[in-house]
């Protein structure tokens, strides 16, 4: 079997495993929530209205004030979101698993044995290399 089809089958495990389908749930969760997805148009368009008044010559810096805090509280009630907070936990756990197999991919190119590497998880790194066997 070649290496493009056994990263299909792993591909084909992932949608299985837990992780993955606890973050497909609260990406549909956060897609049915039209609250939450309404406070996600009104910040993109903050956003929008923010750069395009900030870029005139002539800005107004009153309103430029009205909508930074409009943003700041449009995004307080989505990060506040219960199927946000949902989302992002499951998102993190997706993260921490393919950090985890890219890690042993990793490994196995520089010649470890593929059955026992293990990747060392970032923990406090300060950007200094000496002594690490490099981000994982």
């Not at 992932?14 to 990406?27: I, M, P, T, V």
């Not at 209205?49 to 009205?66: G, P, Y």
């Not at 199927?83 to 936990?89: I, L, R, V």
Request: with cysteine; charged share 30%.
């Amino acid at each position: 079997m070649d290496v493009i089809a056994l990263a299909r089958e792993l591909g084909a495990a992932l949608q299985k495993d837990e992780r993955y389908l606890a973050f497909q749930k609260a990406q549909q969760a956060n897609e049915n929530d039209s609250e939450l997805n309404e406070n996600i148009a009104r910040i993109q368009f903050l956003q929008t209205a923010f750069q395009h008044e900030a870029a005139k010559e002539d800005k107004d810096e009153s309103k430029l004030r009205q909508m930074d805090e409009e943003f700041s509280q449009v995004y307080a009630k989505i990060m506040t979101n219960p199927n946000m907070k949902a989302y992002e936990e499951a998102s993190a756990e997706i993260e921490k698993l393919m950090k985890y197999i890219n890690g042993i991919f990793t490994l196995c190119i520089q010649g470890h044995d593929p059955a026992t590497c293990e990747p060392v998880e970032e923990q406090n790194c300060n950007g200094v290399c000496e002594g690490c066997s490099g981000c994982q």
